[in-house]
């Protein structure tokens, strides 16, 4: 017993020595969290995204030296896309670097929305690219979140503009009947409003089919939907349900091409598996899909050929790395915005929240980025966060994903009024007063 | 050295069977609470406080929760998480509709709806015993899960499903900083604790011990099981409802069915089996065990300097992990708690055993 004692209470020094030893000196140095899956059931589309937001941010210290001189650091911290354990990640590296975090990608809406109570306290602002909740794009209300490029409304309406103009107009899509297969969780129900509020509008019926998390057992749902014979099926789905989902429409002959995913349901893991039979697919993406530019060229060039690449060279241009390396642009791109007013120096996350407020991405700056193609132009401001509300559908043609519809514009005379009752209605119940984004 | 209890002369009943018979006890148990209430809150860092301290107090207080019904009552539940969602959604509807409601009263309230559900989902185990009432129990889980997440009522009618917890507020108090809700948390599981401790001291306690170890015999000295058991479940489900309040009001503060699905039920009772079956200190030692350990592990290869990928130090973590469960169930079986009590017979006769 003594002994025993003895030695944990010299393991016990140790351990608090080597915590005191970690911190390090101040030094000119932004630090980026990043919050991924790499295990799990979500992990085939979490790696993928994580490699591409670790080499973008490789790639600005070996090409640039960082950020106009200031050098990034990151540190991954593994989220396995449950909710408690993002916010550990998030305390753990919420102050960490010598100004603290820049800026945190959640990556998943319930840890977004957990997050958002907490963000504000702390001055960090929260970016979800493409995900996260829809009403945050008033930024008068969330002042912290910051939806770039397309929100699931979005993603929603655009949707159903799409297979309104396939249908041949607004009139054709009476008596229509859509299936929206989801993931029973915040990030699969957050279409529905648009989707209900369309259905009123245009007529057509819309059947919700709940899939449990993970998403494999879904012979149930397909059954339904054989009986059902929708027009439509929008698939919400995320990591092993889309593959699962691919599967069982093959087994209940549902044809491919009537099948729309949302972006999280448009990669290369959801149909490699299916092979073949995935042809035909269709996907929304909100702007990007797999395309392979110069930046991937650099990011080859200044990263994988040097041996510093985060995941296999062959990920490069894929769909789900290409969402990873616009997230990590967009926090570069905020943090060199900040620093036009503030100063090239390692800046907070209450200036990197400026940074992103004012974000203004011409098609000239496009083109700098290498990411000619890739985006539309996005413009921040106070009363609107989400800087770009365009998408296209692209689909798989059992060996490539290939744009096959224009640019569409999301209707703002839909989700305008469902963003601001949404917003308002957050804003009541947490008593913020919304700022006046005419005096900003 | 340390138990020296020469010259403790217990003459009446009182004193002997009060909660901690031995003075050092009482003095550890004193300084411990001291401990934590005041110097705590002086050098813990936010980090310490919200994702450790905070998370691994609420899950004890569940934890104490779910040993009375399993290790002093011996029906195996794996409903708990569905418990803990009764209590949070329960807690959320009382706050947003009667906003004047005090918090503390919103706690108890949420935890008597979850005492009622508690005991509904508890009724089986009048006919069924063992394995089968762990099966009756993964129906509350199951049916629990789906209510929420289906039935907009409960939810505010909120379009994606994840309700946020209304500002905490006690008396005028806002409760915002971390250190504010680690006492308000610690404060709640103290008062939990000694009450159940207590609980377990009394008649009832021994009513549930008695039924847990041979039902019939029980029933013939003239425990009537339906109180016993019934009972059991009533206390269990409102202290698991509180956990639950807490868990979604205090730590998460924004939270979906998905917080508590039939994961945080085994985990909840993997705590108590690691920590040690019919004992309050096993909840404790056992929700430290399996809060804070992988958090433990998944950092120390940052602080030994070493450089792994993420992924795998989330392996390690759940191989290690496993390992040591594996480990601490082969070594000691009864739990954390029994390894405490050996060593504290031990220590009462350092350094002279016979």
């Not at chain 1, 019926?205 to 939907?225: D, F, M």
């Not at chain 2, 004047?100 to 706690?107: E, Q």
């Not at chain 2, 994606?160 to 008396?171: I, K, R, W, Y």
Request: glycine share 10%; proline share 4%.
């Amino acid at each position: 017993m003594k002994m025993n004692l003895r030695v944990s209470a010299v393991a016990a020094l140790g351990a608090a020595m080597i915590i005191s030893g970690g911190a390090y000196a101040q030094a000119n140095e932004q630090f980026v969290p990043v919050l991924v899956y790499r295990t799990g059931p979500y992990a085939p589309n979490g790696v993928p995204v994580a490699n591409g937001f670790v080499d973008y941010l490789k790639l600005i210290n070996a090409r640039d030296g960082g950020i106009n001189g200031v050098k990034l650091t990151w540190e991954e911290c593994e989220t396995g896309y449950a909710t408690d354990r993002g916010i550990e990640c998030y305390e753990r590296l919420k102050g960490k670097g010598p100004t603290g975090a820049t800026a945190f990608n959640p990556l998943s809406t319930g840890i977004t929305y957990a997050l958002t109570e907490k963000v504000g306290a702390d001055k960090i602002p929260l970016f979800t690219t493409g995900y996260g909740r829809s009403e945050s794009k008033d930024g008068s209300v969330f002042k912290w979140n910051f939806p770039f490029m397309g929100t699931y409304w979005v993603a929603a309406d655009i949707l159903v503009q799409h297979v309104t103009k396939k249908e041949g107009g607004a009139d054709k899509m009476k008596g229509k009947k859509i299936a929206l297969v989801y993931h029973d969780s915040p990030y699969g129900k957050e279409p529905i409003p648009v989707l209900q509020e369309h259905a009123k509008r245009l007529g057509f019926e819309l059947l919700t089919l709940p899939v449990t998390h993970p998403g494999v057992e879904q012979k149930a749902t397909w059954l339904q939907i054989r009986q059902q014979r929708p027009n439509y099926v929008f698939l919400w789905g995320w990591g092993v349900m889309n593959s699962t989902a691919m599967k069982e429409a093959i087994a209940v002959g549902y044809p491919r091409s009537q099948m729309f995913g949302v972006w999280w349901a448009g990669a290369e893991p959801d149909v490699l598996t299916a092979d073949d039979a995935a042809k035909g697919y269709n996907a929304i993406t909100l702007q990007h899909g797999a395309e392979k530019t110069t930046v991937h060229n650099e990011i080859i060039k200044h990263v994988h050929d040097k041996g510093q690449g985060t995941g296999e060279k062959k990920e490069i241009g894929q769909v789900l790395y290409n969402r990873g390396m616009i997230s990590a642009m967009l926090v570069v791109e905020a943090v060199r915005s900040a620093q036009g007013k503030f100063g090239k120096k390692p800046l907070k996350g209450e200036e990197v929240r400026w940074g992103a407020e004012n974000l203004k991405i011409d098609a000239a700056r496009i083109k700098a980025l290498g990411m000619e193609g890739m985006i539309q132009p996005i413009a921040t401001s106070c009363a609107d966060h989400e800087g770009a509300q365009k998408a296209r559908i692209h689909s798989w043609d059992g060996d490539k994903w290939s744009f096959t519809s224009d640019w569409y514009q999301a209707d703002e005379k839909v989700l305008g009024p469902m963003i601001a009752a949404a917003s308002k209605k957050y804003a009541a119940e947490k008593n913020i007063t919304p700022r006046d984004c005419s005096k900003e | 050295m340390l138990y020296r209890e020469a010259g403790q002369f217990r003459t009446t009943y009182q004193a002997d069977q009060q909660l901690f018979p031995i003075r050092q006890d009482r003095i550890a148990v004193l300084l411990l609470l001291a401990f934590a209430f005041a110097v705590v809150p002086l050098f813990a860092s936010e980090y310490l406080f919200r994702a450790i301290l905070i998370p691994f107090l609420i899950l004890a207080l569940t934890a104490i929760g779910l040993n009375l019904l399993v290790g002093y009552c011996g029906q195996i539940s794996l409903g708990t998480g569905a418990f803990m969602a009764v209590g949070a959604y329960a807690a959320y509807n009382f706050a947003i509709r009667v906003p004047s409601l005090n918090l503390l009263l919103v706690f108890v309230l949420a935890g008597l709806v979850a005492t009622v559900v508690g005991v509904l989902f508890g009724t089986p185990s009048l006919r069924i015993k063992g394995f089968y009432l762990a099966v009756a129990t993964l129906a509350a889980q199951f049916f629990i899960d789906w209510l929420f997440a289906r039935v907009g009522w409960f939810t505010n009618y909120t379009p994606s499903g994840s309700v946020t917890a209304p500002q905490l507020n006690l008396f005028g108090w806002t409760i915002d900083s971390p250190t504010e809700k680690y006492w308000l948390v610690l404060a709640i599981v103290c008062l939990i604790a000694l009450a159940a401790k207590n609980l377990t001291r009394s008649a009832i306690g021994r009513a549930w011990m008695a039924t847990r170890d041979m039902d019939v015999a029980a029933e013939i000295i003239g425990i009537r099981p339906i109180y016993a058991k019934l009972s059991a479940f009533a206390v269990s489900s409102f202290f698991i409802g509180i956990g639950g309040a807490l868990w979604a009001f205090v730590h998460l503060g924004s939270w979906e069915p998905l917080a508590f699905d039939i994961n945080r039920s085994f985990n909840l009772l993997f705590m108590i089996i690691i920590g040690g079956l019919g004992s309050i200190l096993g909840a404790f030692l056992g929700a430290a065990f399996i809060t804070i350990l992988p958090l433990f592990l998944n950092q120390l290869p940052a602080w030994l300097g070493i450089n792994v990928s993420t992924a795998t130090i989330s392996h390690m973590e759940f191989m290690i992990f496993g390992a040591l469960i594996v480990f601490f169930l082969i070594v000691e079986p009864l739990g954390l708690a029994r390894l405490w009590t050996i060593g504290k017979e031990k220590l009462r006769l350092w350094p002279f055993p016979h």
